[in-house]
C-alpha cells in the first residue's frame, strides 16, 4: 500500500516535455570541479546539454528550458513547483555550461588515454578510495575488510581475481526462490515476488561481481519484462530461467553464446512476440532489437546506419520457427516448429562488408559476430557506459576500441574483457568517476548487503526485502519489470527529486525499525552492531569512519570533521517570540549509551545515504 500510495503521488506530479533534440556529429566534454558538461556543435555554435546512449542524439540545456518555461503555469500547484525547480537548475546548468562550452574543445582530450595502452593494467598502490570505486561500479558496493585489505595490500590484479573466483551459492539461490510463492498464488503478490527474488538474489549472494553484471547491467541491455509473461502459468519459472540465461554467460563468457540461449530463451520470446514469428507473417520484433539494442546498434561511430529495414525484415524471416509448448517435465519451454520456418535464403547486409547468406536463427546470430563491423564497437560500448561514463566513446575512443579488439580477439568473451578493464589504470582514472548515477536497485542491494555483513537482521521489523523492494521502487527501478525495451534510462528516470525523497523517506522508515528502541528486542536490531567490529566502545571518530567505510563513501577533511560535530552536539529546540529556534549544545558522544547509538548512528546512515558520494559513483 505504502509504494502504491507513493507511486501514485510520483505519478501525480510527473511533468513531460519534449524538448527540441539535435543529430550531432561534433562532440566533447569539458569538466569544472566535479561537474562534467557535454558540449556539441548545433547551427554552428557550442552549446551546453545531454547526450543520449546512442552517442549522437542532443539536448541543448536551452531547448529543454524552453520546453520547461512552455508548461511552466500548467497543471497542479505541485506540478507547478516541480517545474520550477526544473527550471532553476537548468538555468543553472544552461549558464555554466554554455559559458565553458564557447571556450571550445579543450586542448587536452578529457580523459588523457594511458601512453602505453588504453587498457594498460594499474601499477600503483591501490586505496580504499579506488577499492570502493571497484565495487560500487561492478560489486554490488559493499566492502568486505577482508576483501579491503586484499586490495590495499596486494593490489588490483589481487582483488580483481579474487572478485572473479565464482564460488557456491546455493544458499542465495534457495532464499530468493523463497519469494516467488510470496504469501499466496494470486497474480497480485506473486509478481511483486519474482520482483524481490532477484532483489534478493543480489543481497545475499556470494558472487557479487558475477551477478552485478548479469542481473543489472545485462538485464538492463538484453530486457525482459514480467509483465510480458504473467498471463502464463508458469510465468515465475520463466523469469527465473532467463536471469539464469542471463548469468550463464559468467560461466562460459561468450556474449556471442548469450545472444544464442536469449534468442529461444521462452521468456524472451514471448517478450519480442517471437513465438509467433512464422513464414506467413513474420514478426520483427525480435530482429529489430537483436540489431538495434543487443548487438551492433543504430549507428556507427561515423554516424552511419548499420542496418536497413531490408536487413530487419530479412532477419525476422531467419528467426521464424520458434515457439513455446507447455512441457509436463520442463514447464513452458522453447520448440523449434519447422512448418512456420522460411527455410528460403535471406541475404543479409547488401551492398556492405557484411554482405551474406544466412537460413535460421543461429546462422543470423553467427553471421552478425564474424562479419559486422560493428558487433565488438557497439557490445564494448555498452558494457563501458555502464562501467566507466555514459559519453565513453566521446571522450576515450582509443580505450572502447581496445575493449572491442580484445572482445574479437577473445571470441566476444565478455568476462575477459571486463577483468582487464577492472585492472585497467582507465577503470580507476579520476576523470572516469563521479560520471555515473546509481541505479536505485544498487542503492537498495549496497544497504541490504551492508547490514547483513554487520549482522543486523534483513529480515527484522521495518528491515526487510520487501522494504529494500520498495526503496527500489520508489527510486524508479523493479527488477525484473523494465519500462521498455530500452531498459531503464537513468537520466530521466532516476533523477526526479520526488524519487529521491520517496527513497530517502523508505530509508528513514527503515533506520527508525518500529517501536525498537531499546538495545534488546525481539528482532535482533541493535545499533551497536555497527560499532567497528570488536570494539565495545568506539570513539566518535573510530564510528564516522566505520559508517562511511560500510557504505563504501570517501570522506574528504571537511566532511569528516562536521560528522565529528555532529556525533558531539545535540539540537535543542526552544521558543522565542513565539518561533521555534533550535541551538547547538554540546553533547559528547557516549558508546554506552544506546539511545545515543540509535540516534547517531541512524542520522549517520540517513546523511551519507543523501550525500553525493554514495549516490554518483
Known sequence: ??????????????????????????????????????????????????????????????????????????????????????????????????????????????????????????????????????????????????????????????????????????????????????????????????????????????????????????????????????????????????????????????????????????????????SVNNKLKPNEDFAREFMELFTIGVYNRAGELNYSDLDVANAARAFTGMGIINSAQFGLTSIFNFSAFDAATKLMFPGTVAEGEVTDWESMVEHTFNKHPNAAHNIALMLSQRYLRPDIDQVNPALVDALAADLKSTDFDIMSMLRKLLVSAAFYDDANRQSLLRTPAEIAIHVGRAFRATGMPVEGGSMTITALYNMSSMGGMELGAPPTVFGWDRDKEFTSGTRLLGMTNQFTTILSNGSFNNEINPIGWNYKMLYPQGVASPSAEQVVDHVAAIMSVDLNETQRNLLMKYMNTQLVASVVQGSTVYKENANKWDPASYAQARQKLAGLLRIIFGSRQFRVI
Open 1 to 274: 500500500m505504502c509504494g502504491d500510495a507513493n507511486a501514485a503521488r510520483s505519478k501525480a506530479i510527473s511533468v513531460k516535455v519534449s524538448p527540441k533534440t539535435y543529430r550531432v556529429s561534433k562532440l566533447f566534454v569539458h569538466r569544472s570541479g566535479s561537474t562534467s558538461y557535454t558540449c556539441a556543435m548545433v547551427s554552428k555554435k557550442w552549446l551546453a546539454g545531454t547526450i543520449k546512449r546512442d552517442g549522437r542524439t542532443f539536448t541543448p540545456y536551452s531547448s529543454e528550458l524552453k520546453a520547461y518555461k512552455d508548461i511552466s503555469r500548467k497543471g497542479s500547484r505541485r506540478a507547478r513547483l516541480t517545474v520550477q525547480q526544473k527550471i532553476t537548475r537548468l538555468k543553472q546548468l544552461q549558464s555554466a555550461g554554455d559559458k565553458l562550452c564557447k571556450t571550445g574543445p579543450p586542448a587536452t582530450p578529457v580523459p588523457t588515454p594511458s601512453p602505453a595502452h588504453p587498457l594498460q593494467a594499474l601499477t600503483r598502490p591501490m586505496t580504499p578510495a579506488d577499492i570502493n570505486h571497484l565495487y560500487k561500479r561492478a560489486a554490488l558496493g559493499y566492502v568486505s575488510p577482508e576483501m579491503m585489505a586484499i586490495g590495499l595490500t596486494q593490489g588490483a590484479d589481487s582483488i580483481v581475481t579474487s572478485l572473479f573466483s565464482k564460488v557456491e551459492d546455493s544458499a542465495a539461490d534457495a532464499e530468493a526462490k523463497s519469494w516467488l510463492n510470496e504469501r499466496n498464488q494470486s497474480l497480485a503478490t506473486t509478481i511483486p515476488g519474482v520482483k524481490k527474488y532477484a532483489l534478493a538474489k543480489l543481497v545475499a549472494t556470494r558472487n557479487p561481481l558475477h551477478n552485478h553484471l548479469c542481473m543489472i547491467h545485462l538485464h538492463d541491455i538484453i530486457s525482459v519484462s514480467i509483465t510480458s509473461v504473467s498471463d502464463s502459468s508458469d510465468y515465475r519459472n520463466l523469469m527465473v530461467r532467463y536471469f539464469n540465461t542471463l548469468c550463464g554467460v559468467t560461466d562460459y563468457g561468450s556474449y556471442r553464446t548469450l545472444m544464442k540461449e536469449m534468442t529461444i530463451d521462452p521468456a524472451m520470446l514471448r517478450w519480442l512476440t517471437g
